[in-house]
């Protein structure tokens, strides 16, 4: 399976088609859904670490993808000032990811396609509405 290298970019909902983006820099503010104008917000780095972990930082606010120590199904994921680690795995159909916090059998996910609608944890990786698109942008 290819992996996502190291690099930054968009993260777009394979069912619904909105990008994750984080609105400001505040702690523990929701990542949520949004439309792709590729303003910063809505740009990723991904950092692809030794142990085939990843880090997930915001671009535009600096801020780190994380959730809550040993979460549950329907937390959202929010930004933080501390990096945390992610699973990234292909799922079984091509160029669609699933985001995994590496402590949990959960994944990021919409429940919706509106605007603002919070990520959280899901429990059904299958669904496309919990699969994820990473398109790389130029630096």
């Known amino acids: 399976m290819p992996s ?6 968009t993260i777009t909902n394979a069912k619904f088609h ?3 983006l984080l609105p400001d820099a505040n702690s523990e503010s929701d990542v949520v859904a949004g439309t792709a104008e590729t303003s910063p917000t809505e740009v990723w780095n991904i950092t692809l670490l030794s142990n085939k972990r990843y880090i997930i930082q915001n671009y535009g606010v600096a801020s780190f993808a994380t959730c809550r120590f040993r979460p549950k199904k329907g937390d959202t994921v929010v930004g933080g000032g501390r990096s945390q680690q992610w699973l990234i795995l292909e799922s079984r159909v091509d160029g669609r990811y699933i985001i ?5 059998d959960l994944c990021w996910g919409l429940q919706d396609d509106e605007n603002d609608t919070p990520v959280i944890l ?6 496309p509405k919990n699969q994820w698109i990473f398109s790389k942008v130029s630096a």
Request: aromatic content about 4%; proline content about 10%.
């Open 122 to 127: 899901a429990s059904t990786p299958k669904d």
């Open 100 to 104: 995994s916090p590496t402590n949990a």
């Open 18 to 20: 909105n990008v994750a």
């Open 4 to 9: 996502v290298d190291t690099g930054r970019y």
